[in-house]
């Protein structure tokens, strides 16, 4: 046992599991999706930007329906109209606000555009935070696994 041993952790998972042999290729890989260009698995920075610009977006239209209420009860109104945002723009159009801009969207596993059902339960599940930031080594979250689908590049 040496520092290198005791120290992976700084690396990560990842780096470590590299380091001793293992291949666990690029995001996607393992749902048969290109590693690079439309239909990649879209990079964790797109993502963010995204919600910042889906966020900021319902912070505008809620300081527009009632700019004279409290920050704490504008909170629930800005997450209220998050929500609905979300549902309503990737049923219609299988991606956000935000994520349409930033050049991603959501596509079933199999390729085809997801049914309502599963957007509900998709936003439903983002709604709890907490499955959204645990996801795996091709960058599903929980809500996106409970849903079926994968968010990948347009464009």
């Not at 309503?88 to 969207?105: D, H, K, N």
């Amino acid at each position: 046992m040496d520092r290198k041993d005791v120290s992976s952790w700084l690396s990560g998972p990842k780096s470590a599991l590299e380091q001793q042999g293992f291949d666990l290729g690029y995001p996607g890989q393992r749902l048969g999706l290109p590693e690079v260009g439309v239909g990649s698995v879209a990079p964790m920075g797109r993502r963010i930007i995204a919600l910042f610009i889906d966020w900021f977006a319902c912070m505008a239209i809620a300081g527009l329906i009632n700019p004279g209420i409290a920050y704490s009860t504008k909170s629930l109104l800005i997450l209220i109209i998050f929500l609905v945002e979300v549902f309503v723009f990737t049923s219609l159009m299988g991606a956000s606000f935000g994520q349409r801009i930033m050049g991603i969207g959501l596509i079933k596993l199999n390729g085809q555009r997801v049914g309502v059902g599963f957007v509900l339960l998709r936003t439903w599940l983002l709604s709890w935070v907490i499955p959204a930031i645990v996801y795996d080594r091709d960058g599903r979250g929980l809500h996106d696994k409970a849903a079926e689908c994968v968010v990948v590049r347009m464009r």
